[in-house]
DNA sequence: TACTTCTTGCAAATCATTTGCAAATAGATT
DNA sequence: AATCTATTTGCAAATGATTTGCAAGAAGTA
């Protein structure tokens, strides 16, 4: 938890007018810490031991989820995953990609995802998610050797 | 359940080496009418009543996608969503759209999602699907009056 | 500091899904 | 058609993730 996260995370909080607690500034460190999206219970285990009980952390993800602070993240199963949406565009996710071999999942901030073409007339689109699923590059080269 | 979706669900447990129960066929037959991707508890209750146990219903859905009859929705909320697949290309689902106001999730079986663009070197790509949200047309034009 | 309102921890409840197991059945074999 | 055997099913109980009720504890404000 450096302090530069610290910071940012009493900003998130200030910038919503809500009250800054030791639970949600923990939680939000672990968010600005993760490379992918985290499932309560992964939130849970990288808190500080011991110190936020399970139903604040899922209590505090809803709040943030209220908040677009935090975005759901679809993954493979049925367990939800969180992320900040600090690299999300209001109207869309950066895209995710599942490894079907390791498992791991990826943040995509750098692919470029086109607009979904020919939506039927009427409807309006205010947020997009892109879900992809392979094989990454690591499982790629280990299957070669 | 029409003559026609009976034979179409025989098809399918046939070309998959699949024994033909009559739960399995009362499913696929609930799949077949669906216009949209249905949780298990919805299979369930459209099943005929009381003929088929709720873990049957969650062991066939499986069963099904392992065989890649049916594929999962991921919607807004925490509960798998099922569909059959044969709306879908191998490497990718036509999108969904669901309405934030309604709640209802429409199949947008005529949209067409443009590739992915920069992905990181090495990255093996075998499905993909896309999820909307937004204000449903009937929605929209409801909030004008 | 005192106050008011929001937030938390804890325990119990809920919801979706999965599992163990004995009875039933599909499809192959006689 | 009757028999056989591996699968499949129903039922009840277990599980895993998430949610809720409530009294005690903090945050922000006066
Ligand atoms: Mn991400
Ligand atoms: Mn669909
Ligand atoms: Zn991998
Ligand atoms: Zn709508």
Redesign the pocket.
Known sequence: MTDEHLQKAAQL??ENG???????LE?LCVLLEADSPL???QVFERVTA??????????????LLKHDIVHNAYLR?????FELAHHCKPDRCHPHFTCRDCGRTVCLYQAIVPDVQNLPAGFLVLHRQTRLEGICADCRVRHYS
């Open positions: 909080l200030d809500l009250r800054k607690t030791r639970p949600r939680i499932t309560g219970e011991g110190s936020v009980d399970k139903a604040t952390v899922y209590r505090t993800l809803l709040l199963n049925r367990i939800r995953h």
